[in-house]
Each structure stands twice: as C-alpha cells, then as structure tokens.
C-alpha cells in the first residue's frame, strides 16, 4: 500500500529529517536460465490483425536487447475445432490476418519452438470490452497539476474488469528561435524548424479497475494518470489516448499480481514478491517457466486533446554575439543575426541548444499523423 | 482471667463435683474445628465433657485450632491442641483444666516424688531460657534490631524446621515488592516473593537473620526467632537514588538456582536507559535489545521470538491481551511508560499457565498507585506529551493511578509548508486506570482498563484508525501461607476502521474487529519443602467479525460485504510441579491441556476431498446454527525442566516445551501492519503446533558481579501460514484457499554477559541464530522454493548488541547502545523479460538475499535534579541521540520498473542522527 509507506514519509518528516530512499544494486546474479516470454493477444475484432511476440528472458544487468525466438509454430486453437496457423515476420513476431471469429468458442495459444519444446495455454473466453464513454480531467485548484480520468460502462453488466493503457503526446516550444545552422563551415537559412517538437511517451504502468463489487459496471472518474504543471506537457497542447481492455477474472488476477510483484514490492506494507508467469504451460517439462498470459478479446481506445496552458515557460536568454569566424569555429548555436551599426556583415546571436533546439528535450520535430 | 469471678463460687461446690468426677472423666470428646479461636474450642468441650477451663484470655487468642476428632479423651484431645505451643494443661479431680503458659499447674504430688533415683522427665521441658530477647526488644524500635517471635512462643525450641511467610511491601507506596529474595545465610536458603509480594520461607528453628533483597530497594534483614510457623510482614524503603541499583533482573538467584531458562525481567528504569528515535521510552524496543528477540524492521515493534512470528506471543498487560501492542505503525509502543513497573519475557520454559500463542509470553505489569499521597508525573517529549497521577482512595488500603499519553503531531503537521503534509494527520492517545485495593491481609483486588485510539489520514484521502480496548479485574486470595490463588476475568477488543468518500460512487467504510473474554482461576500450593503445586483453569471466548465493507456516501454504489462473524471457546487445565529433589537438582514438570470448539453460526464452504484446497475444487457449503460446535481441537501440552547446580556459581539447565495456538495472524506483508487481520482456527486451518528444546550453562563471576549464560535451543513449528502470491487476505470469503501451510524449525545459541553492580553496568549479547519454513504440501505449484526450506522474513542469523549505562554520580549517567545485526532475507530478481513493450522482472527463489547488514550506535544523557527528598517537584532531563553515526540502514529493498528501466531501491527510515529531549518530571 503506497498510503501507508506514506505514513512513515509523513511521521519521519516529522522529527525534520528524511526516510529516504536509496539506488540499490543487488549482487550480481549469474546463472539464470532462459524461459519463454509470450506476449500478445487473440484479436477478435475481425478488423484488426492479431500479433503474438516470443522473446526470451534474460539476466537484469543484461543491457543486450532481449533475444527473439524464430522459426517458432504459432498455432492458436479454438475449442470447437477451428484453428489458426500465425506467420512470422521476423524478430520474433508472428501475425494472423484480421478474420472473424466465432465468440462462443473458447481459445489458446500453442507454441512449438525450434528447441523441441511445446508450450500451451488455458483456454480462455473473448472478452467483448464496452465503448469508452469519455476522457475527463481536473485541473488542481493551485493550477499546479491535472489530473486525467476515466469513465465507462457496461449496460450488460458482463465486463466487470478493465485494465487501460494510454500514450501521451505533446507539443511544445522553445524559448529561443534559431534562423540559421551551420553546415559546411557555412552558415545557412535552417533548414528544419527545431523551435517545435512533439513526444510521445507510453508509461509501463498497469492500470487495472473491477466493479465486481458495485451492483452496475460502472467506472467512473478512474484515474489515469496525474500530471504536475512542472512537467512542461501542458504548455501547448497535449493529447492523450487510452486504450481498454475488458478481461476475464484469471486475466484480471493476472494483471493485478504482475501489478504488485513489479510494481508495488518492497514497501513495508506491500506484499512480498511472487513469481507471476501467467496462464501458459510447457507441456513438454512441467518445471520449465513461461511467461505471458494469453487472452482473446477486442480492445476499445479514444483520444482526447487539450490546451490547458498550465506550468511556466523556460526562460533564457541569448549567450553571446559573435563574428561569422568566431562562431564557425566555435560550432556555435546561432539564433539570428545582429547588424552593428555601419556593419556591412552580420554578426550572430548566439545561445544555448537547451534553449532553442527541442530535440534537447528528446522529442522529434515530425508532426504526428493524428495531430489536427 | 476470664473465669477469675466464678473461680471462688465454684470452690464451693467442690466437693459435689469431686464425686461426679469418677464417672464423667470417661466421657468422650467429638469436636470438627477449622481455624477456631480457643474459646469456641472451650464452649464444645466443657459442654462435652462437663469439664470446666481456667485460662488466661488474652494469651490465648492468637491461638488457631484446626482439629477434628471423633470420641476421644480430654486429655489426647489437649495434647493435640497444645502440640508444638507454649501451653500447658492440668487437670485436677475435679475437672478443672488450667491452661498455662510455660510451667504447668502442678495439681498433684509426682508419684516419683521421692524417688531420687529416677531422672526427671519435666526438668527438660522446664529448662529456663534467659529473658535477653524481651529486654532487647525494649532498648531497640526500629525494626531491622527489633527481634520478632514467629510462631507460638515456647520455652524450649524443638530441632526442625518450621515456615514464616508473609508480605513484602514498599513502605512508602504500599506496593508489594515482586521478586525480592528472602533468605537466610547459613544454612544457604531462600525464595523469592512472588507475583503478590508473599513469601513462605522454610527454614530451622531458632535464632535466625532473615535478609532480604530486591532491585531498587534498600537491602534489610529482619531477626526473628522462630519458634513455629507464623507471619512476618516487611517493608521496605526504596532506594533514593533509583540510578544506583542495576536493572536487569532476572535475579541474581534466579540465574543460576531457579529452573526456569529463557527467562529476562526488565524494569521500568532499565527501559529508561534504553535511547529511543523519538526519546520516549518504550518498552517493546527495550525487549529488542535482548538475545533472541529480533524485528523485520527498525520502525517495527512486532516481536520474533526465538525465530517464531510476530502473532506467536502472548502480549498481557494486566493478564490482558493485548492485540495491537504499537502506535502510528509502531515507531511508539502501546504501553505508556508512566503506568509499567516491570515486563518479564518468558522464550523458553513458559510456565503451565500460560498458553495460546507458540513463541513467548511478554507478561507487561502496571505499578499500583501510591498507597500514601497523592502524586503526579509525567513527561514531554518531541512528539509525546504525558501525565499520571495517582493517590490513596483509602489510605494504606487501596489506590488508584490514571495515566493518559498523547501526541501533537497534528498541530506539527499544521505547521508544515508542504501542503500534501499539512492536509494529513496523524494521531494516537491512550488512557490507563489501575485501581486496587486491599481488602484484607489474606484478599486483595485489582482492576484495569486500558484505552487507546490511532488515527491518520493522507493527504485528505483515505483515513486509517484502529483501537485497543483492555480491562481486567483480579482477585487474589490467600486460603493459607501454604495455598493461595488468584482469580482473573479480562476482555480485550481490538478493531480498526479504514475509509474513504474521495470519489462519493465509491466511498467505503472497511471493518475489522476482534474481542476476547477471559475468565481463569490460578492456584499455588506449597504441598512440602521440595514441593510446589501450581494449578487451575482458564477459558477464552473469543468474537472475531473479520471484516465489513460497507458504502459511507448516499451516492455510493459499493454492494456492502459482510463477512460472516467467527467465534470459539478456547479451555484449559493445568497442572506444574516443582520438585527439589535435592540442594543440587531441582526439576519442574507441568501438563496444560487445551481444548478448542469452533462455534456456529457459520457458513462453512466444502471442498472436494483429496484435491487441494482451491476456489476451483469447491462442491458447496454447510450450514453450522450458533452455538453448534463446527470443529475441535485438542491436545496437551508439555513443559518439563531440570536445573542441576554444578556448584555455588554454575549451573546445567534443560528445558522442553510444547505448545497450541489456535489463532492466526493473516499477513502478507514485510511487518506487522494495523491492517493485518486475525483468524481463527477452523475446519482447514489447524491451529499451530510448536515445540522447543533448549539447554544452557549459568556462571556468575567475581563474587556474583558478572552473570555469563550461554542457551542453545531448537524449535519445531508445525501448521504456520504463509501465503501464496499476489492473493487479497483481507475480505477473502475463502482465505482458507489463499493460504500454504508450513513447517518452520529454528534453532541458535544466545550468549549473555550481564553485569549488574558498580557505577558501569548493561549487558553483551551475541546469538546466533536461524529460522526456516517449508511448505507442508512440497508438491503443490503454490510451494515456495519448490518445497524446499527457506529462510523466513526475520531470519538475522548474527546479532550483537551492547547495553550499557555508566553513572558518573547519583545526578549524571550516560547510556551508549550498539546493535549489529545480519541483514534480513529478501527475494532478489533473477530476470527480466519484455511484456507489451515494458521490461518486467521475475523473482527467484523465496528469500534467498541479504539486505545489507544493520549497524547503530545510540548515545543518551541523564540528568536528574537534586536529591532533596522535599521539594515542590522532582525532574530529570534526557538527551540523546539515535543513530549516532548517521548510517542509512536499510529498512527494506525492492525493485520496480519505471519508464522502462528496473531499478533497485533500499529504503531507510532513520538514515541520519536523531537527537532529541525529554524532559520529565515528579510532583
């Protein structure tokens, strides 16, 4: 419970000194062994493709990229005979083709890799998720951060349980224009506007809701995710898109315990880890662990975009003028020219990339399709 | 004399009676007394035997007679009466019986008068013993040089032994004095006073020095002259400067001549040496300096005993139970230390009458109100302030003490900038009333109530308030020196509240509550010299609602969930003998049987016999109507142990002991939360069974100045919970499918070096010890560690710890603490894979890692105003300071993955130096 490790912060601040939390490098943990990851899920939609990923674990301090399984056989089997074969397109992904499918049959995956081994889930239902009704949010009275919200509902009363995921977009702005670039050792007209950039960014985590303890499948104002003003998001113009998923009970348990065991461990309060590996089996030596859980179902997703104008712009101001020489030799980052009186050459303003150039902040300059 | 008027009209009719009295000298004598005075004694006879007494009242009254005789003669009957008494008796031929005392009335010529030849068989008993002793009462008051007769008064003092006990008590407050040894030099013997303040001491005839010795009182010694059993209260004086005495008891005797191991008693000064982060004193982490005793986290107070777990003790304060023994998450202990006098933990031999929980029992006492004057205290901390006072209600007879403790954290918070802070509050008070009075020598009673309130809330969201309620009533009674008893009914209730109406669709309101009542009858009987009989019957009910989700807004649109209540009876007999077989063996074997009946009402899910228990296996239910008995348990329990006294300062102890619990503390967290839940044993869930096996050396070196003691013990724990991942205990309509049952086993060694006497004392400790589960289904895909043993959450096996306390003068001491101990268990990640685009870790084998180990110095200062015995208030001031050297001990590790990355992170709570004040005071 993140509340009650709170508490200790609150009680600790008390006596004016910190509970605080230190980088922890655990020993090196050496021989581990390489398990099955299958990650993907049946898409039941008929107008989407379905794609199943098969990757291997890896040790933690590993910073290779994660090793795919190829030539695999993905095969997903319906319990009242149908069947389908997924192709693979590389890198260890394998895709079906959109189709329709009978939703009163139950599905699993079976995998069969090149090293003998054959891996096979539960079966389990497809799960129709309802319509998202709207996407909130809440601006804090101090204008210092918003908060996004989430509303839904199942008129059926067969979802029950939710789990959301969303990426955010947003465009911003330097507080210094730069004109010119260097290239060559000359000094040109830039090319490409680095004063607006927009970023995307899609955050692991889990987000789960139930109404199985409420008499109607109603979500409402479910939180999403919170947004402090000082983050710069806010500035221009942000768009948001969630994406929702209605699962079966064991999917739900599932996601909830990945939620606590990656998630929430470690706490005083928080229940201790456990080993989540999901609802797949390998059929050909019960002790070998595979990770992933299969389900079917077809997702819903809606995107909203705001204004908001919340946080304070960065404030800078130029570095330095400088002779044409002076800043081809220094490299330096120009903004505009400056005609000295009686000049018959420019001399450029100088100033910090960090300040005009919004790559700086890790976003790319490409306007994104969807953005009106 | 009480007769004197009649005597010269009697001697008229003397002559008639003379004739009747060859006829009624054969009547016979029937009487059955019980304690009765001699007068009742001399109604029955003369109204028998038409006999007629000559005595002198007012010798004679403290005379009790216990007889019952069926047709016998005057004169056997006499003798039986006077056995082992001053008194003697004569009767003349005229049915005159005189009661003397000393010399007979000599009413006829001895036959051997005037045979010289043979010995005179009276002259022994008519030898003349000097008067020295009545003529030094006169010239001596005070009472260590008064000399006391004990017993009826005699002129000669038979060889053999006879038996003086009474009441130890404070002179100045009238509280008994619990623990004190009585003894007598040569020959070595001596006890020690037990829970009343009695003791019964049986020794030689004769002249003897009785010395008596208890921590934090003047040494005295009383010289009595014993001449049969009798009764000698005593009091004694406090000692001024409380600094001066030493304070670890576990008695210098106990440590190497009592049978008991495990054993440490702590008084409320001890505590006071003992720095705190918060510089209050607390009792639960006074406990945690001592070997054996360990806790998952610094800010933690749950209790592992020996490797048990934290629900394994039995907490009392006041033959309570208490149930949530912390405040705020236990950075405070519930116990005020205004209100404590003392705290004894049992770890190893736990006495027959205890039982319920598997590891220990922590016996937590309150100290009775002053008996005298009315006196306050109390004490004002960084975050605590607290006040006592207490007095006479009836002045030497009974007294009371209320105490009340509160924080003002709140008005702290208020303060704070932070405004996240400053919409959360945080808030305990508790509340202690002890009253007890003494009805007469042989009655006293005494009753406690304990109250106490935690609430917090964050950041304006959900709040969080939990409650320990506590009263006890205790009547003890002594039927004679030889057998007493005390009787107890106490209730305890625990319960917490959790709620929030942020979002009104889904406001809630989360309950829990647990009650237990208790009722039990203890007896001591000291059957013989080398036997002691302890004996009686308890029982528990307990009511446990173990939880409720209820809507708390109009708009709310929760489906309430009420979980079904529980409750059970829980019995027990017991029976202990301690039997010294001689002045080097001394062996102690007692019996506790218990019996457990799950009661109705209640639902009770079936499951498919022979598959696991599991959601998926479920076939139905049964109905159970109250009172219906759902589930039995039963068993006994043994507690044996042997003390063998290799010399005047060794000792060889052995101890084995089996315990039952039948009640669970439902956890999956790190440390004991308020939000844990208990449970109760039932269809699926068997109780806990444990047992131990422990063996130790005693040596007291230099003259008794240093105690050295090494325990060695194994322990074997049976039915203990553990839970299986990721699943919710609390509001679970089936836990019995969200728990593994496991085996555990400990064993270790504890090594103590104790001085208690001179200007430096404290203690060294060093254990070494283990503690390990295993499932007990080792195929079930739900075993941890694939059924194999792994190390439990508490499982420090290095621990090191120094307590000292150096007193400069009787106004200025200095206390320096250091702890070391092995870092805990925890599960490290072995691995990581990729899920939807974010890396995820997995986790190995249950805890299979250290956190890094745990090292803290503490330092604290203290000085107490003047000595002055009159004066308007008397003060002490304490500074200290936690965590000298600032070390960031990691309290907890753990990992999440953030934006992609897995990190690890290594929380620590008191990461820096904490100093803080106290400033306390007495009026």
Same mark, same amino acid.
């Given at each position: 419970?993140?509340?009650?490790?709170?508490?200790?912060?609150?009680?600790?601040?008390?006596?004016?000194?910190?509970?605080?939390?230190?980088? +922890?490098?655990?020993?090196?943990?050496?021989?581990?062994?390489?398990?099955?990851?299958?990650?993907?899920?049946? &898409?039941?939609?008929?107008?989407?493709?379905?794609?199943?990923?098969?990757?291997?674990?890896?040790?933690?301090?590993?910073?290779?990229?994660?090793?795919?399984?190829?030539?695999?056989?993905?095969?997903?089997?319906?319990?009242?005979?149908?069947?389908?074969?997924?192709?693979?397109?590389?890198?260890?992904?394998?895709?079906?083709?959109?189709?329709?499918? &009978?939703?009163?049959?139950?599905?699993?995956?079976?995998?069969?890799?090149?090293?003998?081994?054959?891996?096979?889930?539960?079966?389990?239902?497809?799960?129709?998720?309802?319509?998202?009704?709207?996407?909130?949010?809440?601006?804090?009275?101090?204008?210092?951060?918003?908060?996004?919200?989430?509303?839904?509902?199942?008129?059926?009363?067969?979802?029950?349980?939710?789990?959301?995921? +969303?990426?955010?977009?947003?465009?911003?702005?330097?507080?210094?224009?730069?004109? $010119?670039?260097?290239?060559?050792?000359?000094?040109?007209?830039?090319?490409?506007?680095?004063?607006?950039?927009?970023?995307?960014?899609?955050?692991?985590?889990?987000?789960?809701?139930?109404?199985?303890?409420?008499?109607?499948?109603?979500?409402?104002?479910?939180?999403?995710?919170?947004?402090?003003?000082?983050?710069?998001?806010?500035?221009?113009?942000?768009?948001?898109?969630?994406?929702?998923?209605?699962?079966?009970?064991?999917?739900?348990? $599932?996601?909830?315990?990945?939620?606590?065991?990656?998630?929430?461990?470690?706490?005083? +309060?928080?229940?201790?880890?456990?080993?989540?590996?999901?609802?797949?089996?390998?059929?050909?030596?019960?002790?070998?662990?595979?990770?992933?859980?299969?389900?079917?179902?077809?997702?819903?997703?809606?995107?909203?975009?705001?204004?908001?104008?919340?946080?304070?712009?960065?404030?800078?101001?130029?570095?330095?003028?400088?002779?044409?020489?002076?800043?081809?030799?220094?490299?330096?980052?120009?903004?505009?020219?400056?005609?000295?009186?009686?000049?018959?050459?420019?001399?450029?303003?100088?100033?910090?990339?960090?300040?005009?150039?919004?790559?700086?902040?890790?976003?790319?300059?490409?306007?994104?399709?969807?953005?009106? | 004399?009480?007769?004197?008027?009649?005597?010269?009209?009697?001697?008229?009719?003397?002559?008639?009676?003379?004739?009747?009295?060859?006829?009624?000298?054969?009547?016979?004598?029937? *009487?059955?007394?019980?304690?009765?005075?001699?007068?009742?004694?001399?109604?029955?006879?003369?109204?028998?035997?038409?006999?007629?007494?000559?005595?002198?009242?007012?010798?004679?009254?403290?005379?009790?007679?216990?007889?019952?005789?069926?047709?016998?003669?005057?004169?056997?009957?006499?003798?039986?009466?006077?056995?082992?008494?001053?008194?003697?008796?004569?009767?003349?031929?005229?049915?005159?019986?005189?009661?003397?005392?000393?010399?007979?009335?000599?009413?006829?010529?001895?036959?051997?008068?005037?045979?010289?030849?043979?010995?005179?068989?009276?002259?022994?008993?008519?030898? =003349?013993?000097?008067?020295?002793?009545?003529?030094?009462?006169?010239?001596?008051?005070?009472?260590?040089?008064?000399?006391?007769?004990?017993?009826?008064?005699?002129?000669?003092?038979?060889?053999?032994?006879?038996?003086?006990?009474?009441?130890?008590?404070?002179?100045?407050?009238?509280?008994?004095?619990?623990?004190?040894?009585?003894?007598?030099?040569?020959?070595?013997?001596?006890?020690?006073?037990?829970?009343?303040?009695?003791?019964?001491?049986?020794?030689?005839?004769?002249?003897?020095?009785?010395?008596?010795?208890?921590?934090?009182?003047?040494?005295?010694?009383?010289?009595?002259?014993?001449?049969?059993?009798?009764?000698?209260?005593?009091?004694?004086?406090?000692?001024?400067?409380?600094?001066?005495?030493?304070?670890?008891?576990?008695?210098?005797?106990?440590? #190497?001549?009592?049978?008991?191991?495990?054993?440490?008693?702590?008084?409320?000064?001890?505590?006071?040496?003992?720095?705190?982060?918060?510089?209050?004193?607390?009792?639960?982490?006074?406990?945690?300096?001592?070997?054996?005793?360990?806790?998952?986290?610094?800010?933690?107070?749950?209790?592992?005993?020996?490797?048990?777990?934290?629900?394994?003790?039995?907490?009392?304060?006041?033959?309570?139970?208490?149930?949530?023994?912390?405040?705020?998450?236990?950075?405070?202990?519930?116990?005020?230390?205004?209100?404590?006098?003392?705290?004894?933990?049992?770890?190893?031999?736990?006495?027959?009458?205890?039982?319920?929980?598997?590891?220990?029992?922590?016996?937590?006492?309150?100290?009775?109100?002053?008996?005298?004057?009315?006196?306050? @205290?109390?004490?004002?901390?960084?975050?605590?302030?607290?006040?006592?006072?207490?007095?006479?209600?009836?002045?030497?007879?009974?007294?009371?003490?209320?105490?009340?403790?509160?924080?003002?954290?709140?008005?702290?918070?208020?303060?704070?900038?932070?405004?996240?802070?400053?919409?959360?509050?945080?808030?305990?008070?508790?509340?202690?009333?002890?009253?007890?009075?003494?009805?007469?020598?042989?009655?006293?009673?005494?009753?406690?109530?304990?109250?106490?309130?935690?609430?917090?809330?964050?950041?304006?969201?959900?709040?969080?308030?939990?409650?320990?309620?506590?009263?006890?009533?205790?009547?003890?009674?002594?039927?004679?020196?030889?057998?007493?008893?005390?009787?107890?009914?106490?209730?305890?209730?625990?319960?917490?509240?959790?709620?929030?109406?942020?979002?009104?669709?889904?406001?809630?309101?989360?309950?829990?509550?647990?009650?237990?009542?208790?009722?039990?009858?203890?007896?001591?009987?000291?059957?013989?010299?080398?036997?002691?009989?302890?004996?009686? *019957?308890?029982?528990?009910?307990?009511?446990?609602?173990?939880?409720?989700?209820?809507?708390?807004?109009?708009?709310?649109?929760?489906?309430?969930?009420?979980?079904?209540?529980?409750?059970?009876?829980?019995?027990?007999?017991?029976?202990?003998?301690?039997?010294?077989?001689?002045?080097?063996?001394?062996? @102690?074997?007692? #019996?506790?049987?218990?019996?457990?009946?799950?009661?109705?009402?209640?639902?009770? =899910?079936? =499951?498919?016999?022979?598959?696991?228990?599991?959601?998926?296996?479920?076939?139905?239910?049964?109905?159970?109507?109250?009172?219906?008995?759902?589930?039995?348990?039963?068993?006994?329990?043994?507690?044996?142990?042997?003390?063998?006294?290799?010399?005047?300062?060794?000792?060889?102890?052995?101890?084995?002991?089996?315990?039952?619990?039948?009640?669970?503390?439902?956890?999956?967290?790190?440390?004991?939360?308020?939000?844990?839940?208990?449970?109760?044993?039932?269809?699926?869930?068997?109780?806990?069974?444990?047992?131990?096996?422990?063996?130790?050396?005693?040596?007291?070196?230099?003259?008794?100045?240093?105690?050295?003691?090494?325990?060695?013990?194994?322990?074997?724990?049976?039915?203990?919970?553990?839970?299986?991942?990721?699943?919710?205990?609390?509001?679970?309509?089936?836990?019995?499918?969200?728990?593994?049952?496991?085996? !555990?086993?400990?064993? !270790? #060694?504890?090594?103590?070096?104790?001085?208690?006497?001179?200007?430096?004392?404290?203690?060294?400790?060093?254990?070494?010890?283990?503690?390990?589960?295993?499932?007990?289904?080792?195929?079930?895909?739900?075993?941890?560690?694939?059924?194999?043993?792994?190390?439990?959450?508490?499982?420090?096996?290095?621990?090191?710890?120094?307590?000292?306390?150096?007193?400069?003068?009787?106004?200025?001491?200095?206390?320096?603490?250091?702890?070391?101990?092995?870092?805990?268990?925890?599960?490290?990640?072995?691995?990581?894979?990729?899920?939807?685009?974010?890396?995820?870790? =997995?986790?190995?084998?249950?805890?299979?890692?250290?956190?890094?180990?745990?090292?803290?110095?503490?330092?604290?200062?203290?000085?107490?105003?003047?000595?002055?015995?009159?004066?308007?208030?008397?003060?002490?001031?304490?500074?200290?300071?936690?965590?000298?050297?600032?070390?960031?001990?990691?309290?907890?590790?753990?990992?999440?993955?953030?934006?992609?990355?897995?990190?690890?992170?290594?929380?620590?709570?008191?990461?820096?130096?904490?100093?803080?004040?106290?400033?306390?005071?007495?009026?």
């Amino acid at each position: 419970m993140k509340t009650l490790l709170s508490l200790i912060a609150v009680v600790v601040s008390l006596v004016v000194l910190d509970g605080c939390v230190l980088p +922890f490098t655990p020993p090196e943990v050496t021989a581990a062994d390489r398990f099955l990851v299958i990650d993907g899920f049946l &898409n039941t939609g008929g107008k989407d493709s379905s794609r199943i990923t098969l990757t291997y674990t890896q040790l933690v301090s590993n910073k290779n990229s994660f090793t795919p399984e190829l030539r695999a056989q993905v095969i997903v089997e319906g319990d009242k005979g149908s069947t389908f074969l997924f192709t693979e397109i590389g890198k260890g992904l394998y895709r079906l083709a959109p189709r329709t499918f &009978n939703l009163n049959e139950n599905f699993r995956i079976r995998v069969k890799t090149t090293g003998k081994k054959e891996f096979l889930s539960d079966y389990t239902t497809p799960k129709q998720t309802p319509p998202i009704d709207s996407i909130t949010y809440k601006i804090a009275a101090d204008r210092s951060s918003l908060q996004i919200n989430i509303n839904t509902h199942d008129p059926l009363n067969k979802t029950r349980f939710y789990r959301w995921k +969303f990426e955010e977009t947003w465009e911003y702005n330097m507080p210094l224009y730069s004109l $010119y670039e260097i290239k060559n050792n000359a000094i040109i007209d830039r090319v490409q506007n680095i004063n607006t950039c927009w970023r995307t960014e899609t955050p692991s985590t889990i987000l789960l809701g139930s109404t199985i303890k409420l008499t109607q499948d109603v979500i409402r104002d479910a939180p999403i995710t919170y947004i402090p003003a000082s983050s710069g998001k806010l500035l221009v113009k942000y768009s948001i898109i969630v994406k929702q998923f209605g699962l079966t009970q064991e999917g739900y348990e $599932y996601w909830n315990a990945l939620a606590k065991t990656t998630e929430t461990t470690g706490g005083l +309060f928080d229940s201790q880890p456990s080993q989540i590996t999901g609802n797949i089996k390998c059929t050909t030596n019960s002790q070998e662990l595979v990770f992933g859980f299969f389900s079917a179902g077809v997702p819903q997703e809606k995107r909203i975009f705001l204004s908001p104008a919340l946080g304070t712009p960065q404030s800078c101001q130029p570095l330095d003028t400088l002779s044409i020489a002076d800043a081809i030799k220094a490299q330096s980052f120009l903004l505009t020219e400056y005609w000295a009186d009686g000049a018959r050459i420019p001399e450029y303003i100088t100033g910090d990339p960090g300040c005009g150039d919004c790559r700086t902040k890790g976003g790319n300059t490409t306007r994104p399709s969807f953005w009106p | 004399m009480k007769h004197s008027l009649l005597f010269t009209t009697l001697l008229v009719t003397l002559t008639f009676s003379a004739l009747l009295a060859q006829t009624k000298a054969e009547k016979r004598l029937t *009487v059955d007394l019980n304690e009765a005075r001699f007068g009742q004694f001399v109604k029955e006879a003369e109204a028998q035997t038409g006999h007629f007494f000559y005595y002198d009242a007012s010798q004679l009254d403290s005379l009790k007679i216990t007889l019952q005789v069926k047709d016998q003669t005057l004169v056997s009957v006499l003798v039986q009466v006077f056995k082992d008494t001053e008194f003697k008796f004569s009767i003349d031929d005229q049915q005159r019986v005189f009661v003397t005392s000393g010399q007979p009335i000599i009413t006829q010529l001895s036959d051997d008068l005037f045979n010289l030849n043979t010995p005179n068989k009276e002259s022994e008993q008519n030898q =003349y013993v000097a008067p020295t002793t009545e003529e030094q009462d006169k010239l001596l008051s005070t009472a260590e040089s008064k000399l006391y007769n004990i017993g009826a008064q005699r002129q000669r003092i038979t060889e053999g032994k006879s038996t003086v006990s009474g009441y130890i008590r404070n002179a100045v407050t009238g509280e008994p004095v619990i623990g004190a040894a009585v003894y007598i030099e040569s020959p070595s013997v001596g006890v020690s006073t037990d829970a009343l303040g009695l003791f019964s001491l049986t020794i030689p005839r004769g002249k003897q020095t009785l010395k008596i010795k208890s921590i934090g009182m003047r040494d005295t010694y009383r010289r009595i002259v014993l001449y049969g059993d009798g009764k000698l209260d005593i009091e004694m004086q406090e000692s001024v400067t409380a600094l001066k005495e030493v304070s670890i008891t576990a008695g210098r005797d106990v440590n #190497i001549a009592g049978t008991q191991m495990g054993q440490v008693k702590l008084n409320i000064k001890t505590m006071k040496q003992v720095p705190t982060a918060f510089g209050e004193t607390d009792l639960l982490r006074t406990v945690l300096t001592l070997p054996g005793v360990k806790a998952v986290s610094e800010s933690s107070v749950g209790l592992n005993v020996r490797g048990g777990s934290t629900d394994q003790n039995l907490i009392l304060f006041n033959d309570a139970v208490v149930y949530n023994p912390s405040h705020l998450f236990g950075f405070f202990s519930a116990f005020n230390p205004d209100v404590i006098k003392e705290v004894e933990l049992y770890k190893s031999t736990i006495p027959s009458k205890y039982g319920g929980r598997l590891s220990s029992v922590l016996e937590i006492n309150s100290r009775d109100g002053n008996k005298k004057k009315f006196v306050g @205290s109390g004490g004002i901390g960084l975050l605590t302030g607290r006040f006592a006072i207490e007095g006479p209600i009836i002045k030497e007879k009974s007294s009371f003490i209320l105490a009340g403790r509160s924080t003002y954290s709140n008005w702290v918070l208020k303060k704070l900038e932070n405004a996240s802070f400053s919409q959360s509050t945080a808030s305990f008070y508790d509340l202690n009333l002890h009253v007890n009075h003494e009805i007469n020598e042989k009655n006293s009673l005494s009753l406690m109530g304990y109250l106490s309130k935690d609430k917090f809330r964050f950041f304006g969201d959900t709040a969080y308030s939990y409650q320990n309620q506590l009263a006890s009533l205790k009547w003890k009674h002594t039927f004679n020196p030889k057998f007493y008893s005390v009787f107890t009914t106490a209730y305890s209730r625990y319960q917490y509240d959790i709620g929030s109406q942020r979002v009104p669709t889904a406001a809630f309101d989360l309950k829990f509550d647990i009650s237990q009542s208790t009722a039990k009858a203890d007896f001591t009987y000291f059957l013989h010299r080398q036997h002691t009989l302890d004996f009686g *019957v308890n029982t528990v009910y307990y009511k446990l609602y173990p939880g409720s989700l209820r809507p708390s807004h109009p708009e709310s649109l929760l489906i309430p969930d009420v979980m079904e209540s529980e409750q059970a009876i829980e019995s027990a007999v017991y029976l202990e003998d301690r039997f010294d077989v001689n002045a080097r063996l001394s062996l @102690s074997g007692g #019996i506790r049987f218990s019996l457990f009946n799950y009661l109705g009402p209640k639902t009770v =899910y079936t =499951y498919t016999p022979g598959l696991p228990i599991e959601k998926i296996y479920s076939d139905g239910n049964q109905t159970f109507t109250a009172g219906q008995n759902i589930k039995t348990y039963q068993g006994p329990e043994y507690r044996v142990s042997a003390r063998y006294l290799v010399n005047n300062s060794t000792s060889v102890k052995v101890s084995y002991n089996t315990t039952r619990q039948y009640i669970h503390l439902l956890t999956n967290t790190m440390v004991m939360s308020p939000t844990d839940i208990w449970k109760l044993s039932d269809s699926y869930i068997k109780p806990q069974l444990g047992s131990q096996l422990a063996a130790g050396v005693y040596r007291n070196l230099r003259g008794n100045k240093l105690e050295l003691s090494v325990e060695a013990y194994y322990k074997n724990i049976q039915n203990f919970l553990d839970y299986k991942g990721g699943d919710s205990l609390i509001l679970n309509h089936r836990v019995e499918t969200a728990v593994i049952s496991t085996t !555990g086993k400990a064993y !270790g #060694i504890e090594v103590m070096l104790k001085k208690l006497t001179g200007k430096l004392n404290g203690w060294v400790s060093y254990t070494y010890a283990r503690s390990l589960l295993r499932a007990n289904d080792r195929t079930s895909s739900d075993a941890p560690n694939k059924g194999n043993y792994y190390p439990s959450n508490y499982d420090k096996p290095h621990d090191f710890t120094l307590v000292s306390n150096y007193k400069f003068s009787h106004r200025f001491s200095l206390s320096f603490n250091f702890t070391y101990s092995s870092g805990r268990p925890y599960t490290p990640p072995i691995g990581k894979y990729i899920l939807e685009g974010v890396p995820r870790i =997995y986790y190995a084998d249950r805890n299979q890692f250290r956190i890094p180990d745990y090292y803290r110095v503490d330092f604290s200062m203290n000085i107490e105003g003047n000595h002055k015995i009159k004066k308007l208030a008397h003060s002490s001031w304490t500074f200290a300071i936690f965590n000298v050297l600032g070390r960031k001990n990691p309290s907890s590790v753990y990992f999440r993955s953030q934006n992609g990355v897995v990190k690890g992170y290594m929380l620590s709570i008191f990461g820096q130096p904490i100093p803080t004040v106290t400033y306390n005071f007495r009026f």
